[in-house]
């Protein structure tokens, strides 16, 4: 998933008000911004594959440190850690650490058999939406639509500040989305994608710009 990662972002604000949308979409992501230096330091291993399934030509071979459930718990379990020493706000620690299990519950809808349950384990996890484009759409988009409206209810915008932070973000997602899903461009090489992956950090950075117009 994509959108779907940080429809999860938008809608958690519903439960933990005082935590920043950049914070939330930092946990939701996670694993996502984990995996691209991964792949980079040649911990973790992906094959670009074309027609692998409907949405992705990607084949996740090896990437038991970012997205193994065990390894999960603890990358969520040291980021809710980290929070409340940070903030003290234990109900946005929880919160944070739940967003980053929730990114292999996600994954696992969307993969093919190929989420680990632990480094070195055999067992693979995938419920592979990823093989139905169409089945993909309706599950992402009602997930994005549904977070945005969570969101949307549980902040107000601040005085008489301009909202277009906000929907210029919630635009962005969708180009970059539909480009994904529809562009039919498949990555040159892992590097590149590695390195496009990185881009990532940019919608976390602009989750904190959209909490200064929304509280």
């Given at each position: 998933?994509?959108?779907?990662?940080?429809?999860?972002?938008?809608?958690?604000?519903?439960?933990?008000?005082?935590?920043?949308?950049?914070?939330?979409?930092?946990?939701?992501?996670?694993?996502?911004?984990?995996?691209?230096?991964?792949?980079?330091?040649?911990?973790?291993?992906?094959?670009?594959e074309?027609?692998?399934?409907?949405?992705?030509?990607?084949?996740?071979?090896?990437?038991?440190?970012?997205?193994?459930?065990?390894?999960?718990?603890?990358?969520?379990?040291?980021?809710?850690?980290?929070?409340?020493?940070?903030?003290?706000?234990?109900?946005?620690?929880?919160?944070?650490?739940?967003?980053?299990?929730?990114h292999?519950?996600?994954?696992?809808?969307?993969?093919?058999?190929?989420?680990?349950?632990?480094?070195?384990?055999?067992?693979?996890?995938?419920?592979?939406?990823?093989h139905?484009?169409?089945?993909?759409?309706?599950?992402?988009?009602?997930?994005?639509?549904?977070?945005?409206?969570?969101?949307?209810?549980?902040?107000?915008?601040v005085?008489?500040?301009?909202?277009?932070?906000?929907?210029?973000?919630?635009?962005?997602?969708?180009?970059?989305?539909?480009?994904?899903?529809?562009?039919?461009?498949?990555?040159?090489?892992?590097?590149?994608?590695?390195?496009?992956?990185?881009?990532?950090?940019?919608?976390?950075?602009?989750?904190?710009?959209?909490?200064?117009?929304?509280?």
């Open positions: 998933m994509f959108i779907g990662h940080y429809a999860a972002g938008f809608a958690a604000k519903a439960v933990a008000p005082r935590t920043s949308l950049g914070t939330l979409f930092l946990a939701a992501a996670f694993l996502d911004l984990l995996w691209p230096t991964f792949l980079l330091l040649g911990i973790e291993r992906v094959r670009i074309p027609g692998m399934t409907a949405v992705t030509p990607l084949d996740f071979e090896h990437y038991p440190v970012s997205h193994s459930l065990l390894a999960v718990l603890g990358w969520a379990a040291g980021f809710a850690l980290v929070y409340q020493s940070l903030r003290r706000y234990p109900r946005g620690a929880v919160v944070a650490g739940l967003l980053v299990v929730s292999w519950g996600l994954d696992a809808i969307s993969h093919r058999p190929d989420l680990p349950l632990y480094p070195g384990g055999d067992a693979r996890i995938g419920l592979g939406l990823w139905s484009l169409p089945a993909t759409l309706v599950v992402e988009l009602a997930l994005f639509v549904a977070g945005v409206w969570l969101y949307l209810g549980a902040t107000n915008r005085g008489g500040r301009s909202q277009w932070p906000l929907w210029t973000l919630v635009s962005f997602l969708l180009l970059v989305y539909a480009g994904n899903v529809f562009g039919g461009a498949t990555p040159p090489s892992v590097t590149a994608l590695a390195w496009a992956g990185q881009a990532q950090w940019l919608l976390v950075a602009w989750g904190y710009w959209v909490e200064r117009c929304r509280v």
